[in-house]
Nanobody
């Protein structure tokens, strides 16, 4: 069983910064990949950033140069540093992980989301 818990969301002004954290816990054998998705009102959920076990990183074009994804393997935690925030970054941000359990089972897990609001 796995839980993903996000933290770090909030309200910031345009140009400001936030750092999101997502901690995975449970019977984790290994993490194949973790990523951040976001969903704005009236829009589909989209991939923001993803990092694999081999450290392959992908970003949405809209956040390249502004957001940085990183991980702390010892803590089973992934971070999203968000700089130069824009109003269009406003969304609920969800943590996602593809995780192998000690049982050998591999599954995809989601956090419950954290609100990021960018407004003056």
């Amino acid at each position: 069983q796995v839980q993903l818990v996000e933290s770090g969301g909030g309200l910031v002004q345009p140009g400001g910064s936030l750092r999101l954290s997502c901690a995975a816990s449970g019977s984790i054998f290994s993490i194949n990949a973790m990523g951040w998705y976001r969903q704005a009102p009236g829009k589909e959920r989209e991939l923001v950033a993803r990092i694999t076990r081999s450290n392959t990183i992908n970003y949405a074009d809209s956040v390249k140069g502004r957001f940085t994804i990183s991980r702390d393997n010892a803590k089973n935690t992934v971070y999203l540093q968000m700089n130069s925030l824009k109003p269009e970054d406003t969304a609920v941000y969800y943590c996602n992980g593809n995780i192998q359990l000690f049982s050998g089972r591999i599954g995809t897990y989601w956090g419950r989301g954290t609100q990021v609001s960018v407004s003056s």
